[in-house]
């Protein structure tokens, strides 16, 4: 801080010396006493001192006051020191006029965001009355295709799910309803909606009650479960999916499925990253992971994977 202030006063301060040093040799050219220069010299120096610490003082308080300004990111743009000299006075109104733009920016794109969520919403509600329709349509046909066109069906219905629960995100607690819930209750709902999908793919599942109640929102809960059941299902060939409850309160969920590379492991819960398994299956479209562990983290739980190729 000391540095800045002498850089800041740099012109002032050679100009002090530039001057003690002419009248200095002026002095001396006419012959006036040494003591009499020296004593004037001290004179001024201690003023220069004494005025330049009281500025100092001045510059510091101002200082940290726009650090707590900036700090403090309620502020109000009036709380902002006072200027002290014209330049000053033009940076604040410069501030102003940006702060003033800023505003006026945030409210015309929070308007925009608005309507833009409100849209996909009653898109996302209204979309689910034609694939009721045609759930209605295929449910007394047990042909193959049939039964393929339903597993469709609920692939679609699955990504509108999505897409609702990604518009929610940002509700955050407005839409939660936590209470102690059957994780028994949750796990056989999820299981059940991927039913006959087990039925077609031939996947055993190895599940026994964990007899556990979790402090949570059942809603969210089940959709995170429903994504990772959905997920097991779809790079699982062959095999089984077991569900059991491990030490220190984990519910575990396991495949026999192609695995996740090592090197993708670190980055499945972000949002897009589709990972080599998404770019081999070109149809992954890296939201699943990303919203479970939004989710889960905004309930207060976590979510780890643990894989690796073939595995």
Same mark, same amino acid.
């Given at each position: 801080m000391?540095? +800045?202030?002498?850089?800041l006063?740099i012109k002032?301060?050679?100009?002090f010396?530039?001057?003690?040093?002419?009248?200095g040799?002026m002095?001396?050219?006419?012959?006036?006493?040494?003591?009499?220069?020296g004593?004037?010299?001290?004179?001024?120096i201690?003023a220069?001192?004494v005025? +330049?610490?009281?500025?100092?003082?001045?510059?510091?308080?101002?200082?940290?006051?726009l650090?707590q300004?900036?700090?403090?990111v309620s502020? +109000?743009?009036?709380?902002?020191?006072a200027?002290?000299?014209?330049?000053?006075?033009?940076?604040?109104e410069?501030? *102003?006029?940006?702060?003033a733009?800023?505003?006026?920016?945030?409210?015309?794109?929070?308007?925009?965001y608005s309507?833009?969520i409100? =849209?996909?919403?009653?898109?996302?509600?209204?979309i689910?009355?034609p694939i009721?329709?045609? *759930?209605?349509?295929?449910?007394?046909?047990n042909?193959d295709t049939? *039964?393929?066109?339903?597993d469709e069906?609920q692939?679609?219905?699955?990504?509108?799910?999505?897409v609702?629960?990604y518009?929610?995100?940002?509700?955050g607690?407005?839409? =939660?309803?936590i209470?102690?819930?059957?994780?028994?209750?949750?796990?056989?709902?999820?299981?059940?909606k991927?039913?006959a999908?087990?039925? *077609?793919?031939?996947i055993?599942l190895?599940y026994d009650p964990?007899q556990?109640?979790?402090?949570t929102?059942?809603?969210w809960?089940?959709?995170?479960?429903?994504?990772?059941?959905s997920?097991?299902?779809?790079?699982?060939?062959?095999g089984?999916?077991?569900?059991?409850?491990?030490?220190?309160?984990i519910l575990?969920?396991?495949d026999?499925g192609?695995?996740i590379?090592e090197?993708d492991i670190?980055r499945?819960?972000e949002?897009?990253f589709?990972?080599?398994?998404?770019?081999?299956d070109?149809?992954?479209?890296?939201?699943g992971l990303?919203?479970?562990?939004r989710?889960l983290?905004s309930?207060?739980?976590?979510?780890?994977i643990?894989?690796?190729a073939?595995?």
């Open positions: 000391i540095l +800045s202030y002498i850089r006063n002032t301060l050679l100009l010396l530039l001057f003690t040093a002419v009248f040799a002095a001396y050219v006419y012959g006036i006493p040494a003591e009499a220069i004593y004037a010299l001290l004179l001024c201690i220069a001192l005025t +330049s610490g009281a500025d100092f003082i001045k510059f510091r308080a101002k200082h940290r006051a650090l300004f900036a700090e403090d502020c +109000s743009i009036s709380n902002m020191p200027p002290s000299n014209l330049i000053e006075s033009d940076y604040c410069i501030i *102003r006029i940006l702060n733009s800023k505003k006026e920016t945030a409210s015309r794109l929070t308007g925009q309507s833009l409100d =849209y996909y919403t009653m898109w996302a509600h209204q689910k009355t009721a329709a045609m *759930r209605l349509v295929l449910s007394d046909n042909t049939a *039964r393929e066109l339903r069906l692939k679609t219905e699955q990504y509108v799910e999505m609702l629960m518009l929610k995100l940002d509700a607690a407005e839409d =939660y309803v209470r102690e819930c059957n994780l028994d209750s949750i796990i056989r709902q999820a299981v059940k991927y039913a999908q087990f039925i *077609r793919k031939k055993r190895e964990v556990y109640t979790v402090l929102d059942e809603k809960l089940m959709f995170v479960i429903e994504q990772i059941v997920n097991s299902l779809k790079y699982t060939r062959k089984y999916i077991t569900i059991t409850l491990e030490e220190g309160d575990c969920i396991r026999t192609i695995g590379d090197a670190p499945v819960f949002k897009g589709t990972g080599l398994n998404g770019r081999t070109k149809k992954a479209t890296g939201i990303y919203l479970c562990r989710i983290t309930l207060g739980h976590k979510i780890r643990s894989s690796s073939g595995e």
